[in-house]
């Protein structure tokens, strides 16, 4: 069986890390030798726009509709500003391809320990589905009386009942596919009051056809709280794009931080591929040291195998990682340890190939 | 001394925490012999709401204008919709009276732990500006095509020059006075590319007035990250009305719970009454019990008494309300004791009353 998959390094730590969820995905190939993966490396990063003042090319989106997957390093530069390489490059492929669900495990590893005093692998371990093309990113505002005192700017935020509802559907489908009993969503319709009430409608209806899923609408500050609190009361939480950005990223921080917290952008119907990333950004700080953890990237890969229809390379790619991190030897520095990333994902590949 | 001070106790829990939060400010008086408070109870609710079919009095806005300052224990009740309870009563406060600053203290108190298995008194003790008038909670927007597949809503964000210069100035100059020497952004201009990047130039703008102080701009979602990874590096975080309202819940929790923690409404001018209030809710599920926390409701009395130019009292209460956390014997079932609502107020009085 073949796949092909489109490659973005991108910036900073991206082409680090992603070297090592390739040397992954070629140990899937070795155990299961029947599945190859066609692989092409696209350089669309901020070096790219130096080049060509832009992020990728005119027919960039036309080139990637081809591939059955997109795999993403990271992407951005100090010195190229967000609104270019986000809004031309990773916001597009989100939006064209209708990868309406960032889908989000928050889930601690078996070897981690969570920074939660309280808390363990039974408390944390549930899915975020964030809504991933409307919302609070919606591209519509402005700004009037610029330069003077009186000077403001509008941010419209876009909420249609399409995009609503496809992603909540999508969270109710996954519980119930996964076994689990709860799908909580975030609001904030006590302080926001026309998007977040016609959300919350949206949710009640939906729930309303899956009367086996006990629903809660919490108020996003709670939300978070919680996550810190009670994780263990999460299944599924579904969220709006800015909401599950912020749930996200916060999650990745309980189960031991951004360095494992992998993604897919997902288009469920598969009529456009699929994207998957590790959720942290380029991190120039770091770039060039060869320390980023490339555990979100190969668990990103491992999201892929999944939705490609292949769960047990999925879970292979998942039990190699794990059990590196039982063995507690080999670990980057963000995890307490002084590996190397090609050290982590060498470690992780040994321990997929003895399988 | 004389002040005025108008109490709201409101629904749930609030009566019973602010019954105590009204001890400690008798406490208050005795120790200090010169002062009185002269209370006036309003009883502006939800049950009010069900007699008069509005949250207050048409001139309920005039009628809190004289006081020198209002304290609010908790409003909202399950059968009365937020858009009445909050945005009859707590936004319109708020806004009438230019309480443009949400300040919103975050810190272990001594005698606690916290949920953060590596973070102590040490690390946690940072204070968030909140903006308190504009912003996420607009009330402008609204849907079209209801009732069809093509329903929409839209909620416009609207921050002026105006709101947001002067709540950034406010951070800077707390900072200045606390003598603490970082300064730390909310934004999210990354993904929301109108109001957000308005957001950071006026932060900046302002920055360049204060170059003793030390500046970041973090996007949320690593800056809630951050909260539970690296709060030691926060001094003074001041975020947008949405950004801070979710930072706050989410501080409260890694501090010990929001049975914790305090706010004030500030107008920094004083031209209006200020209001304080614990950050939790009415908490209906156990309203009526007697066990609910009332130390976030006697730590904003703290924090009216800052305000009102006592900060020796607003110590006193403070240092009582540690006093009793680190004799550990008195607590509610929130941080791991079994006393009730006025028998943990109790405590904390007598240990002002020691002093
Ligand atoms: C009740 C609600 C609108 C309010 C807010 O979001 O401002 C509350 O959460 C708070 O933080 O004071
Ligand atoms: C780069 C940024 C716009 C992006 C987002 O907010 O979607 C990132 O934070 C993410 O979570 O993938």
Redesign the pocket.
């Known amino acids: 069986e073949h796949y092909s998959v489109a490659v973005i390094a991108g910036d900073g730590i991206g082409p680090e890390v992603m070297a090592e969820g390739l040397k992954a995905l070629q140990a899937v190939e070795r155990v299961h030798n029947w599945i190859r993966f066609d692989i092409r490396c696209l350089d669309w990063n901020c070096g790219y726009y130096a080049r060509h003042g832009r992020m990728m090319p005119d027919n960039g989106l036309e080139i990637l509709r081809d591939f059955d997957a997109i795999l993403l390093g990271a992407i951005g530069a100090p010195d190229v500003p967000d609104h270019i390489s986000v809004w031309e490059l990773i916001l597009p492929i989100r939006r064209r391809f209708h990868q309406y669900v960032n889908l989000r495990p928050i889930k601690l590893l078996k070897g981690l320990e969570s920074p939660l005093r309280h808390k363990g692998q039974a408390e944390l371990d549930f899915v975020v589905v964030r809504e991933n093309t409307e919302g609070e990113y919606s591209n519509m505002g402005g700004r009037l009386h610029a330069g003077t005192p009186y000077e403001l700017a509008i941010q419209n935020n876009v909420f249609t009942r399409f995009g609503v509802e496809r992603v909540i559907r999508y969270a109710f489908s996954l519980a119930q596919s996964l076994g689990r009993k709860r799908v909580t969503a975030a609001t904030?319709s006590?302080?926001i009051n026309h998007s977040m009430p016609f959300w919350d409608e949206v949710f009640r209806d939906v729930s309303r056809s899956h009367p086996e899923i006990r629903t809660d609408l919490f108020?996003i500050?709670a939300l978070a709280a919680y996550f810190v609190s009670r994780p263990e009361i999460f299944d599924v939480v579904v969220a709006s794009n800015l909401f599950g950005d912020i749930l996200t990223d916060l999650g990745a921080a309980v189960v031991g931080g951004l360095g494992l917290a992998p993604s897919g952008n997902i288009n469920p119907e598969r009529e456009y591929p699929s994207m998957f990333e590790p959720i942290h950004g380029s991190a120039p700080d770091i770039a060039g040291k060869g320390i980023a953890n490339p555990i979100a990237t190969i668990w990103s890969v491992s999201m892929m195998m999944d939705h490609l229809g292949h769960r047990e390379m999925g879970q292979l790619l998942l039990d190699g990682i794990e059990e590196v991190l039982v063995e507690g030897v080999v670990r980057t520095p963000d995890i307490g340890g002084r590996a190397t990333t090609s050290e982590m994902g060498d470690a992780i590949v040994n321990s997929i190939m003895r399988k």
Chains 1, 2 share one sequence.
């Open positions: 904030k006590n302080g108020h500050d």
